[in-house]
């Protein structure tokens, strides 16, 4: 049973791809496109969770051992080096339209107008309009996730945590939002940064959307998609090596159905 309940674990998965997007448009206050096309990914994330649980009980543990605190090796982090350098122009992109600059021929104020056009909440402009872009502060997050998946310090609460320090971190806490965000964003970005390949190349057109022009539209593009491929592939990496690394130290005997 174990393998028919990975590839369905899969399947589901796949189903719920871009929940995260819907769930950082919740977070920001704002109405979702469909709210069934939402349920139903939500429901695919929790039957993932569900088969994933299932096909790991199939699989019977006995004598394990918890797994002293290590990093990830030098290959992984440098991983996460290149998903956290990706974002920053990502981020100082973001954060000169917020505090009301000029990039790609369009000014924060006209940025500003957009979002409210668009349907922004009331969180998401007043951020904006103190100067914080509400994306760059989830990049930040995201950054933060990815290196606590590649540090010792991702695996017991370091000690600004208060009550928490010193005590191990269940496994669920990192791996639950980066599993989620890497099933997001690594194909997000893969796939747009194909088309704008094709865009680049003269394939396909490249419409301005809210842009002045074309190439205006082409070069916020690549920011945001090379952000979004390159993190999004980080924490497929990082997230894989957390997995293997806070598995159980011992297994004394092992049966399957």
Request: with cysteine; aromatic share 10%.
């Amino acid at each position: 049973m174990s393998l028919q309940s990975w590839v369905a674990c899969g399947l589901a998965g796949v189903t719920a791809f871009s929940l995260l997007m819907d769930a950082i448009t919740l977070m920001l206050g704002q109405g979702v496109d469909s709210q069934a096309s939402a349920a139903n990914k939500a429901l695919a994330a929790v039957g993932a969770v569900l088969l994933a649980a299932t096909a790991r009980s199939d699989r019977r543990l006995t004598g394990t051992a918890v797994r002293a605190q290590s990093a990830a090796p030098q290959l992984v982090q440098l991983a996460a080096w290149a998903g956290t350098l990706a974002f920053v122009p990502y981020a100082a992109m973001k954060l000169v339209w917020a505090s009301g600059g000029t990039f790609a021929g369009i000014t924060g104020e006209e940025m500003l107008a957009v979002s409210e056009r668009n349907g922004a909440s009331g969180i998401f402009l007043t951020l904006e309009s103190w100067g914080l872009d509400p994306t760059a502060l989830l990049a930040v997050l995201g950054v933060f996730l990815l290196w606590g998946l590649v540090r010792p310090w991702g695996q017991v609460f370091p000690r600004w945590t208060l009550f928490l320090r010193g005590r191990r971190v269940p496994r669920w806490l990192p791996l639950a939002p980066a599993l989620l965000g890497a099933a997001t964003l690594a194909p997000y970005g893969v796939v747009g940064a194909g088309y704008l390949t094709l865009a680049t190349a003269g394939i396909v057109t490249m419409r301005r959307g809210d842009f002045h022009s074309s190439v205006d539209a082409l070069l916020v593009g690549w920011i945001g998609m090379v952000a979004f491929a390159a993190y999004g592939i980080a924490l497929t990496i990082a997230a894989l090596s957390y997995w293997l690394r806070t598995r159980p130290a011992s297994r004394m005997s092992i049966t399957t159905e």
